[in-house]
């Protein structure tokens, strides 16, 4: 297996503008998480989803973040309308079953607005 | 709520010599325990985990962790460091709440290795 595939590895746009990332689990895997990671704040659990339905959202900063996963091999975090404060690395993950399984995670998408 | 605490934000040892990092945790009941590495640029891979059972537990790359109820404590171990293992150490702590499953992560800590 491939692995958590991210894309894209590196994104900079400017503010206001729309972003999406995605992702792709590996196949199999029933979890799914969004993870931020900054200097400041470490790393914070934005959303997660089990079986493609999203079952903790609360890490997600505010109504400009929104994500979605359509089916069981595909996942998206939009950020719309992007400021500055988002600049950060976007980790995927995703996991087989229950809790007590590894998380596997993805390279990370860097993304910076300017 | 659950919440994990690394003490040292750095840590500089030198190759050969042996490691401690230190995780402490607070959780009402006994959670699950991860520790994660991360290299410059790369995601985070698991180095090891504790979900019950024999409080020493082996993971990959010549790590060990301990498990110390009394403590909250989920110390990792390494006796002899390599210049490959500089990259920042993750603990987290997994718990299960009716239906809610997810981690939470200490703020790392970054390994330093000198030749």
């Known amino acids: 297996d491939a692995g958590v595939i991210q894309s894209p590895r590196h994104e900079v746009t400017e503010m206001g503008q729309e972003v999406t990332l995605r992702c792709k689990p590996i196949s199999g895997h029933d979890y799914l998480f969004w993870y931020r990671q900054t200097m400041m704040r470490g790393l914070e659990l934005l959303i997660y989803?089990?079986?493609?339905?999203?079952?903790?959202d609360s890490g997600m900063p505010e109504d400009r973040f929104s994500a979605k996963m359509p089916n069981a091999s595909f996942s998206t975090l939009k950020i719309q309308p992007s400021e500055p404060r988002d600049s950060a690395v976007y980790f995927c993950a995703s996991s087989l079953k229950r809790l007590n399984n590894e998380q596997f995670f993805g390279p990370g998408t860097r993304l910076t607005v300017l | 709520a659950q919440s994990v605490t690394q003490p040292d934000i750095h840590i500089t040892v030198s190759e050969g010599a042996s490691l401690e990092l230190r995780c402490n945790y607070s959780y009402g009941a006994t959670p699950y325990l991860f520790w994660y590495v991360q290299s410059p640029g790369q995601g985070l891979q698991l180095l090891l985990k504790?979900?019950?059972?024999?409080?020493l537990v082996q993971g990959i790359k010549g790590f060990e962790a301990e498990f110390k109820r009394s403590q909250s404590s989920f110390n990792l171990r390494k006796p002899s460091v390599h210049w490959s293992d500089a990259a920042e150490y993750f603990c987290a702590v997994g718990i299960s709440n009716f239906g809610n499953e997810k981690l939470t992560f200490g703020t790392g800590t970054r390994l330093t290795i000198i030749p």
């Open positions: 989803f089990n079986n493609n339905v999203p079952i903790d």
């Open positions: 504790y979900f019950s059972g024999d409080t």
